[in-house]
């Protein structure tokens, strides 16, 4: 009986210690960095427990913020918009070593502009 309980443990633990499952929860928090290109600044987002982006991006070159909403799968992809209308995209990959980085654009205000953005969790 305890060779069988043994057993039944070893196979308990394999099948529930998986460390390739990759959940939101690592990614849920506060982020922030900079950004450059066209248009620089800094930028914010917060992702919730459902994978939802939302936050800002600030520019320093005309002193106006743009919003930034969008989704993050639960393998650090995010895709997101930029912009009010939304014209724009904020695009990349977060990493569970609370970095990320990616590439931005927006076509408001005219001349459209574009760069990249990288950044960390708080």
Request: with cysteine.
């Amino acid at each position: 009986m305890k060779k069988l309980f043994l057993l039944l443990l070893t196979a308990f633990l394999f099948i529930g210690c998986s460390s390739d499952d990759d959940t939101i929860y690592d990614y849920v928090g506060t982020w922030s960095g900079t950004y450059d290109g066209s248009d620089k600044g800094v930028w914010n987002f917060v992702v919730d427990d459902a994978g939802k982006v939302v936050g800002t991006m600030h520019s320093d070159v005309n002193n106006e913020n743009y919003n930034i909403s969008g989704n993050l799968s639960t393998t650090g992809d995010l895709n997101a918009v930029v912009g009010l209308p939304s014209k724009g995209e904020f695009r990349g990959t977060l990493n569970t070593d609370k970095n990320g980085s990616g590439n931005w654009s927006n076509a408001l205000p005219t001349p459209a502009k574009s760069g990249s953005w990288q950044g960390t969790k708080k």
